[in-house]
Nanobody, 121 residues
Framework: QVHLMESGGGLVQAGGSLRLSCASS????????MSWYRQSPGKERELVAR????????IQPDSMKDRFTISRDNAANTMNLQMNNLQPEDTAVYYC??????????????WGQGTRVTVSS
């Protein structure tokens, strides 16, 4: 059982920055593919960024690639998302997701409770 705890959300003005963290326990962190998703009011949850156990990084959509940076610290069992130049459209609840890199089962993996990010204009 993987336990995920997000932190770092809050209220920020447009153009500001936040750093989200996801702390993991209960599993060998180095085996986990880690992802950030977000869900805005009235919208479906969407993938923001992923870093695999092997360190392969995906950031999408394109509007985030120059502003968001994902990283992981296997020694600290932590994944981070540095978000710069935040815009009101980035307002959402951000969720941490984890799945063992060798788990090919048809399920989404483990989820954290989410951390809210609000960007004011």
């Amino acid at each position: 059982q993987v336990h995920l705890m997000e932190s770092g959300g809050g209220l920020v003005q447009a153009g500001g920055s936040l750093r989200l963290s996801c702390a993991s326990s209960g599993h060998d962190f180095s085996r986990l593919d880690m992802s950030w998703y977000r869900q805005s009011p009235g919208k479906e949850r969407e993938l923001v960024a992923r870093i695999t156990a092997q360190g392969v990084i995906t950031i999408q959509p394109d509007s985030m690639k120059d502003r968001f940076t994902i990283s992981r610290d296997n020694a600290a069992n932590t994944m981070n998302l540095q978000m710069n130049n935040l815009q009101p459209e980035d307002t959402a609840v951000y969720y941490c997701n984890a799945k063992d890199t060798f788990d090919f089962g048809p399920w989404d993996g483990y989820w954290g409770q989410g951390t809210r990010v609000t960007v004011s204009s």
